[in-house]
């Protein structure tokens, strides 16, 4: 389903020198897999992951998304792409606070230029244990229930894939364990594949494919020479 092949990524610094991110030689995740990448912060992670989602494009080579390169598509074109098939759950959330549970995930639903489903906006907010605060404002929900409405937000559209940046990270211990089970049962039982990224070995060994991203990125090994 998605197949990296020698995706390179630098960014400018300040003084004008550049600073190399990326060098995957070969990167896949198959229709309905599971796996982690994992890797230490500031190890580049979150920029493989805008790669991957169209939200950043690649200095070179190609992301292959069912057969569509998003490294060859316009800004726009990726954004279109992008509601359709991928979704994402940011570190952050990226909830907006003036509206409502319901209506995160409904508008996150609107991008993808179908109609809207309401009740599958609900049947979602209910499956992640929130059915009873869909009128609730981020403000006065917890963070883990704002982490809740991020994962329903994402698979709104029922997405082939979904990325998942440190979804654990900002929550409380208790918690961390039962928003991993709800995004990795949820993507089960909705066929979504499943792509999270972290740094938490705890999280990682849940799993049975696990990518290092030090191992995967060459971008060291390179700059050696």
């Known amino acids: 389903m998605l197949k990296l092949r020698d995706v390179r990524k630098s960014f400018t610094l300040p003084d004008g020198s550049t600073l190399p991110i990326l060098n995957v030689e070969r990167f896949?995740?198959?229709?309905?897999?599971?796996?982690?990448?994992?890797?230490?912060?500031?190890?580049?992670?979150?920029?493989?992951?805008?790669?991957?989602?169209?939200?950043?494009?690649?200095?070179?080579?190609?992301?292959?998304?069912?057969?569509?390169?998003?490294?060859?598509?316009?800004?726009?074109?990726?954004?279109?792409?992008?509601?359709?098939?991928?979704?994402?759950?940011?570190?952050?959330?990226?909830?907006?606070?003036?509206?409502?549970?319901?209506?995160?995930?409904?508008?996150?639903?609107?991008?993808?230029?179908?109609?809207?489903?309401?009740?599958?906006?609900?049947?979602?907010?209910?499956?992640?244990?929130?059915?009873?605060?869909?009128?609730?404002?981020?403000?006065?929900?917890?963070?883990?229930?704002?982490?809740?409405?991020?994962?329903?937000?994402?698979?709104?559209?029922?997405?082939k894939l979904l990325l998942a940046d440190e979804p654990t990270a900002s929550i409380d211990a208790r918690n961390q364990q039962q928003v991993l089970d709800l995004i990795r049962e949820t993507c089960r039982e909705e066929k979504v594949a499943l792509l999270l990224v972290t740094h938490a070995p705890i999280v990682a060994e849940q799993f049975e494919r696990v990518e290092k991203l030090e191992e995967l990125n060459r971008v060291n090994e390179v700059a050696a020479r």
């Open 28 to 159: 896949e995740v198959a229709a309905g897999e599971q796996l982690v990448l994992a890797g230490q912060s500031g190890s580049g992670k979150t920029t493989l992951l805008h790669i991957i989602a169209g939200i950043t494009r690649p200095d070179a080579g190609s992301v292959s998304f069912d057969g569509t390169d998003l490294a060859k598509l316009s800004e726009a074109a990726r954004d279109r792409f992008r509601a359709r098939h991928i979704g994402y759950v940011f570190q952050t959330f990226n909830l907006l606070p003036g509206f409502s549970a319901l209506e995160n995930v409904v508008l996150g639903m609107s991008f993808c230029g179908t109609k809207v489903d309401e009740s599958r906006a609900r049947h979602l907010l209910d499956r992640v244990g929130l059915g009873k605060r869909l009128s609730h404002k981020p403000a006065t929900l917890s963070v883990g229930e704002q982490q809740r409405v991020a994962v329903a937000r994402a698979l709104a559209n029922k997405p």
